[in-house]
């Protein structure tokens, strides 16, 4: 399963059931769009292990506006559930593949602590606040 198309219905299930997990926001009338596509399903096809998902913004509008999507084409990546990476703009294929390689070298042991301390940073940050 390594390109599916992102629904409503899906997004829960793919981020969830998939260690990394790659979303394409794109619209038909994007030209950057157009351009970066082929590049997303060309990688796919490299990366069995991964999942590929293709977001139509105009079809899938809440799915869009759950992640804050204000410009297209944008590459969203995830990685044990937890979003890593967020932009917008089309990628040359050797940055894309950088970015894949980055990815799957990273700690996410590493990745939770730190996600963990700045929590628990924030947390004590609210407690010391004046109600």
Known sequence: MPFIHLTKDNLER???????VLIDFWAEWCGP????????????????????ASCNTELEQ????SFGIRSIPTLAI???????FKEAGALPEPALLELITKVKELDM???????????????????????
């Open 14 to 20: 793919t981020i969830n059931d998939n260690e990394i």
């Open 33 to 52: 769009c157009k351009m970066f596509g082929p590049i997303f399903e060309k990688t796919a096809e490299a990366y069995p292990d991964m999942v590929f």
């Open 62 to 65: 809440e799915v869009s506006a």
């Open 78 to 84: 995830f990685r044990d559930q937890i979003l890593l």
């Open 109 to 131: 042991d590493d990745v939770r602590a730190r996600i963990a301390a700045e929590e628990q940073k924030n947390a004590e940050q609210k407690g010391q606040e004046p109600n």
